[in-house]
C-alpha cells in the first residue's frame, strides 16, 4: 500500500476523527438551536443540517461558516464503516456491538436519504369539497391556464425561482412571453388611493386597484410569506399589459390573447396524485365543559379513477392514512371547524428509522445478555 492510501486509512479510522465529529455535532446542534429563532425550524434544517458547509451572509457575500450536516453525517458514516474493515473483528462476544454499529449505519443512511427524497405539502378540505392535489407549505408557483376548451382546462406552471431571479421565460404552449418585473418574497396588498400621483405598475386586473408593499421574511411557525410579483405578458405583436400576482390573491385574473381566454394566478406549488379525498365530516371533540381539544378526526372519501378504491377512512391523531406511497396526517382546522388541514408526507425511506432504532436495541439487548451471563458465571461459586 502507497504511502498516500495508508494515510487516508489512517485518517478515516482514527478514533481522534470519531471524536472530533461528535464534538461538531454537538457545536452543531448548538449553534442551530441558536439560530433557530431567526429562521424557524425548516430555514434550521435547509441551512444548518441539509448542506455539506453553513455559509453566513456577511456584507453581500457569502463566508464558510461551520461544517454542514452532510459533511458530519457522511465523514461519521465513512469513519464508522472504516473502523469496522481495518479495525474490528467479527466474534460472537462481539455482536451485540455489531448490531449497535449497523444500527447507527441505518440511521445516517435513513437521515440522508429523508432529506433527499422527503416532500412535504398540504391538503385544505372544506366539508363536501374533492381534491386530487396537494399543496407547497413553502414553494409557489406562477399558473398560467388556458381555459378556452369548456371541456378541460391546460395550465402550464412556472417556478417562484424564475421570477425571483427575474427570468423571461418562453414555452411552446404558451403564444407570449413572461417577464417578471418585480418580485417580493414577502409582501402584502394596499389599496391605491385615488389620489395617488404614483402611476401603477400593472396595466391589467387587480394591480389597477392594488399595491404589493414589501414586508420582512418571516420564518415563525405560526406566519407565512405572501410573496407577489409584477410579470409583464408580451407576446409577437407587442405587450400585453403587466399583472400583478400576488398568493395573497385568491381569485385568477383573466385575459384573452389569440382568441384565447387565460387565467393567471400565483399560487402554492401543487402535487396531483391518481387518487381523490372528499371531506365528508370534520369533529373537533372538547372535554366536557372546556374548550381543551380532546381529538381531531377526519372522515375522508378515497377513491381512484380505476375504481380500484372507493371507500371511507377516518384519519385522526396517530392514525394516518398510507395509500400509494404517501402519508395524511391530521394537522389542523380551520373555518370553524368546517374546513381540515392534512399534512402530505412522501418519504421511501419512513421505515428507516424504526429499522435503525430496532437494530440498536437488539444489539444493546444481546451485548448487555453477553456481559450478564459472564459476570453470573464468574459469581457462581465452584462446587466441591
Not at 102 to 107: D, E, M, R, V
Not at 192 to 207: F, K, M, W
Request: proline share 6%; net charge positive; aromatic share 12%.
Amino acid at each position: 500500500m502507497s504511502e498516500v492510501l495508508r494515510y487516508f486509512r489512517d485518517f478515516f479510522v482514527s478514533l481522534k476523527l470519531t471524536v472530533v465529529l461528535i464534538a461538531f455535532s454537538i457545536l452543531l446542534v448548538f449553534a442551530a438551536t441558536l439560530d433557530q429563532t431567526n429562521l424557524g425550524i425548516w430555514g434550521i434544517q435547509q441551512k444548518w443540517f441539509r448542506t455539506f458547509i453553513v455559509f453566513q451572509e456577511v456584507r453581500g457575500i457569502a463566508l464558510p461558516l461551520f461544517p454542514g450536516g452532510y459533511l458530519i453525517g457522511g465523514l461519521m458514516l465513512i469513519n464508522l464503516v472504516a473502523a469496522h474493515i481495518y479495525r474490528f473483528r467479527f466474534v460472537w462476544k462481539k455482536s451485540g456491538i455489531f448490531l449497535t454499529h449497523l444500527g447507527l449505519i441505518l440511521l445516517l443512511v435513513g437521515e440522508l436519504l429523508s432529506g433527499i427524497w422527503q416532500e412535504e405539502y398540504f391538503m385544505r378540505l372544506n366539508n363536501g369539497e374533492t381534491k386530487n392535489y396537494a399543496e407547497s407549505y413553502r414553494t409557489n408557483e406562477l399558473a398560467v391556464t388556458d381555459t378556452t376548451n369548456p371541456g378541460f382546462d391546460e395550465v402550464i406552471t412556472i417556478p417562484q425561482d424564475m421570477l425571483a431571479r427575474h427570468t423571461s421565460v418562453k414555452l411552446p404552449k404558451l403564444p407570449f412571453r413572461i417577464v417578471p418585473k418585480v418580485f417580493y418574497p414577502n409582501s402584502t396588498l394596499q389599496s391605491r388611493s385615488a389620489d395617488n400621483a404614483t402611476p401603477a405598475i400593472a396595466t391589467l386586473g387587480a394591480g389597477l386597484t392594488l399595491d404589493a408593499a414589501p414586508q420582512p421574511v418571516t420564518y415563525k411557525q405560526d406566519a407565512t410569506n405572501n410573496p407577489s410579483a409584477y410579470v409583464e405578458l408580451v407576446a409577437p405583436e407587442g405587450s400585453i399589459g403587466t399583472f400583478l400576482v400576488s398568493t395573497a390573491l385568491t381569485v385568477p385574473q383573466s385575459f384573452t390573447n389569440a382568441g384565447r381566454t387565460w387565467k393567471i394566478t400565483l399560487r402554492p406549488k401543487r402535487i396531483y396524485r391518481p387518487l381523490s379525498l372528499t371531506l365528508m365530516k370534520f369533529n373537533h371533540d372538547r372535554y366536557a365543559g372546556t374548550d381543551i381539544p380532546k381529538n381531531f378526526s377526519s372522515r375522508i372519501h378515497l377513491k381512484t379513477p380505476d375504481g380500484r378504491d372507493d371507500r371511507d377512512v377516518v384519519i385522526y391523531m396517530n392514525n394516518p392514512l398510507r395509500y400509494a406511497g404517501l402519508t395524511f396526517y391530521q394537522a389542523g382546522f380551520a373555518n370553524n371547524d368546517m374546513t381540515t388541514v392534512l399534512q402530505v408526507v412522501r418519504n421511501p425511506s419512513w421505515l428507516l428509522p424504526y429499522v435503525a432504532c430496532s437494530v440498536m436495541t437488539a444489539g444493546l439487548l444481546i451485548q448487555f445478555g453477553i456481559h450478564l451471563v459472564g459476570f453470573v458465571k464468574r459469581r457462581r461459586p465452584a462446587t466441591a
